[in-house]
């Protein structure tokens, strides 16, 4: 099993700042890629930004200049930094983890997701 969990959730004013976290565990081998993705009330989930093992990043548009993904590759973690949010951000935000387990079977792995509420 590959567990994920996500922290740094909350309550923040329009234009302010938050810090999302992701740690894993299990038996992983290794992990190819991490990222966010969101979903809001009436929306289906959608990719917010990710990182691969080699510093590949993908943002959505809505995420570019204000959203910045970091791993890191040593302890299977990713952070997300959140800068000038905006109330379209309220979300439950989630982490995702793709690889291979120690059996080398592959994964492709979410946390439960956490709460970002923007107020304007």
């Known amino acids: 099993q590959v567990q994920l969990v996500e922290s740094g959730g909350g309550l923040v004013q329009a234009g302010g700042s938050l810090r999302l976290s992701c740690t894993t565990s299990?038996?992983?081998?290794?992990?190819?890629?991490m990222g966010w993705y969101r979903r809001s009330p009436g929306k289906q989930r959608e990719l917010v930004a990710t990182?691969?093992?080699?510093?590949?990043?993908t943002y959505d548009d809505s995420a570019k200049g204000r959203f910045t993904i970091s791993r890191d590759n040593a302890k299977n973690t990713v952070s997300l930094q959140m800068n000038g949010l905006k109330p379209e951000d309220t979300a439950v935000y989630y982490c995702?983890?793709?690889?291979?387990?120690?059996?080398?079977?592959?994964?492709?792995?979410w946390g439960q997701g956490t709460q970002v509420t923007v107020s304007s």
């Open positions: 990182l691969t093992a080699g510093g590949r990043t």
């Open positions: 995702n983890a793709k690889g291979l387990r120690l059996s080398l079977s592959p994964f492709d792995s």
């Open positions: 299990g038996s992983i081998l290794k992990i190819n890629s």
